[in-house]
C-alpha cells in the first residue's frame, strides 16, 4: 500500500515561513504528479498547488501565487511546500496528494490516487 507521510508542519506567525515535506517509499513517485491541498475547519478541502513529474510545469490557487513554492527531488521521493508570507487564512491541515493517471484535472480532489495523513499549519496573528 502506498503511503505518503507528510511533516513541516507547526504554529508560526503571520508573514513567517514553513517549508511542508512530503516523502513515499514507492519507487513510481517519479512518474506522478503532486499535489497540495489545504482543509480549514468547517471548510471543504481546497487545492493550493501541483506540479507534474518534474515540476517543470507548476500550478497554483490564487490565494497563494506568489507566496507558496512547490518543488520535488525523484531521487528522494519528496515533494516539497515552501510557504511564505504566511497569512492567518493559510491555517488548516495540509494534505499532500498523488496523481497517478495523466491527463486529469490538476486542482479536482477527486483526480489523485493517494492522500497523505495531513500535517496542521496555524498562522496566529
Known amino acids: 500500500q502506498v503511503q505518503l507521510v507528510e511533516s513541516g508542519g507547526g504554529l508560526v506567525q503571520a508573514v513567517d515561513s514553513l517549508r511542508l515535506s512530503c516523502r513515499t517509499s514507492d519507487r513510481t513517485f517519479g512518474s506522478w504528479s503532486m499535489g497540495w491541498f489545504r482543509q480549514a475547519p468547517g471548510q471543504e478541502r481546497e487545492f493550493v498547488a501541483s506540479?507534474?513529474?518534474?515540476?517543470?510545469?507548476?500550478y497554483y490557487s490564487d490565494g497563494v501565487r506568489g507566496r507558496f513554492f512547490i518543488s520535488r527531488e525523484n531521487w528522494a521521493n519528496t515533494v516539497y511546500l515552501q510557504m511564505n508570507k504566511l497569512k492567518p487564512e493559510d491555517t488548516g491541515i495540509y494534505y499532500c496528494a498523488a496523481q497517478v493517471y495523466t491527463g486529469l484535472s490538476h486542482s479536482d480532489a477527486r483526480s489523485y490516487t493517494f492522500w497523505g495523513q495531513g500535517t496542521q499549519v496555524t498562522v496566529s496573528s
Open positions: 506540479c507534474d513529474w518534474s515540476c517543470d510545469h507548476t
